[in-house]
């Protein structure tokens, strides 16, 4: 009987992977608090240059995070030194104050949409780099120290 469920759960756990996922990679912030001034770089490679492909910002949140929604700067570099720089806005709570995202707990993980159907037509090594660009209203500086986002990644995904 015991191997019974667990071949269950096995099951389950197989299920539930994503099969179109291609790659993931997250980095912490220091202390729970992301700095205007860190700039969280990722470098990928070794992707079909012909399938077409999803590509997301996926961010922590835990409940200490004080506003609803998070401005980020984006910028993907192509291997020929082509680069695209995008200023990005997503929403992070409804208007209740109910926080978006997946996850148990205190924490929320928020798959965020940036690139669909993106070819990645140059082989070689792709960089992202992300940044936030949070601003109190009223305010011309920058939040120095945007608390409450533990973590930052991206995740790239086939299109079917």
């Known amino acids: 009987m015991g191997n019974y469920w667990g071949a269950i759960c096995a099951l389950i756990l197989l299920s539930s992977c994503n099969e179109n996922l291609v790659k993931s990679e997250f980095r912490a912030t220091q202390n729970g608090a992301w700095n205007k001034d860190s700039v969280y770089q990722f470098t990928f490679s070794e992707l ?3 399938q077409r492909h999803h ?3 996926t961010v922590r949140n835990d ?3 004080p506003y609803n ?3 980020l700067i984006a910028e993907l570099e192509f291997p020929n030194g082509e680069t695209i720089k995008d200023t990005l806005e997503y929403e992070m709570a409804l208007p209740d104050g109910t926080w978006l995202g997946k996850g148990y707990g ?3 993980e928020n798959k965020l949409w940036y690139k669909e159907n ?3 037509p140059v082989p070689g090594v792709y960089s992202l ?3 936030h660009a949070m601003r109190k209203n009223g305010s011309v500086n920058g939040v120095v120290n945007l608390q ?3 973590d930052v990644g991206f995740q790239i995904e086939k299109s079917n």
């Open 148 to 150: 409450g986002i533990t």
């Open 106 to 108: 205190s924490i929320k």
């Open 69 to 71: 929604n998070l401005f």
């Open 129 to 131: 780099s992300l940044s």
């Open 118 to 120: 993106i070819v990645f």
């Open 63 to 65: 409940a200490s995070y």
């Open 48 to 50: 079909d240059t012909l």
């Open 55 to 57: 590509m997301f910002i």
